[in-house]
């Protein structure tokens, strides 16, 4: 497993960017949501491309989604399916996510 970080670094409603795996292009986004961490691809189904619409800046002003800053596809952070926006009923890629010691853990070549 590659460790990302610690889980409290991300608090309820915010978004984290992970870099991407050794050797890859495409990093990682970590958000809470009701209190359980999600990793997802930073890669809009749409059109393959990051998602952030500042540097690591993912979430909308609420904090209830993930959005696209290409188009402004929105995201659920429970998991991850479009519910609004170009890619409706689409979902960013989901990564298989453990919490060890505290520390947010994913498959080694999580990411792409
Ligand atoms: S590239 Fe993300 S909504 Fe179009």
Redesign the pocket.
Known sequence: MRVLGPADAIAEGTAVAYPPPPGGLIGLIGVRHSGDIKVFVNS??????S?DWAAGRFLDEGGTHIV??????RFRLEDGV?DR???LGDRLEAVVTQINDGMVCVPEDAGQ
């Not at 809009?44 to 491309?49: E, I, N, Q, S």
């Not at 696209?68 to 596809?73: E, R």
Request: glycine share 18%; proline share 6%; net charge neutral.
């Open positions: 809009c189904p749409h059109l393959g491309v998602l696209c800053a290409t188009h402004g596809a479009c926006g170009i890619c």
